[in-house]
């Protein structure tokens, strides 16, 4: 692991998107307003909403949009995101706001000092849940996170998280 210096790196930001209409725009500006030097890379995975139409008129130099004719499912938006990422660092967001881009710098944080080459988000550590989880969603979580932390050897608080970075 390698110290970054924080002004030398390009974020790449991807955001898979199925039919979010009522939480893209906001998410853009969320998203945009971070501090860091980036490039958003949207993969539209077939929506049917009015998503799509609103991503094919964005006009920003920073934001690339990829369109899947037909919804092939969350990883596949990402892989192509990943496929036409030029960035240093790479961090998901999910359209729907359920994460603020606010905690971005706290989590590159670990990366950028050198600690980590990898950082897991979790709505159990840190600021406090973000979202009331449901009883049994809460047990299920905690019972895959535990055996998961069993068979990879990790720490995990959240297996479930939508923060990768």
Request: charged residues 20%.
């Amino acid at each position: 692991m390698n110290k970054i210096d924080p002004n030398c790196f390009v974020l790449s930001i991807i955001i898979p998107v199925f039919n979010e209409i009522d939480t893209i725009e906001n998410c853009l500006n969320a998203v945009l307003l971070t501090a860091f030097k980036k490039e958003i890379l949207i993969v539209d995975d077939g929506s049917t909403d009015g998503t799509r139409e609103y991503l094919k008129n964005l006009r920003q130099p920073d934001i690339v949009v990829k369109f899947h004719e037909k919804n092939q499912g969350k990883g596949s938006a990402i892989q192509t995101a990943l496929d036409n990422m030029t960035g240093d660092i790479v961090l998901i967001q999910d359209a729907d706001l359920e994460y603020d881009p606010s905690e971005y710098p706290s989590l590159l944080k670990p990366i950028l000092n050198g600690n980590a080459d990898v950082v897991f988000g979790s709505r159990f550590l840190g600021y406090g849940a973000h979202r009331l989880l449901y009883y049994w969603h809460y047990l299920g979580n905690r019972f895959l996170t535990t055996l998961s932390n069993f068979f990879t050897n990790i720490n995990q608080t959240d297996m479930e998280c939508c923060y990768k970075v």
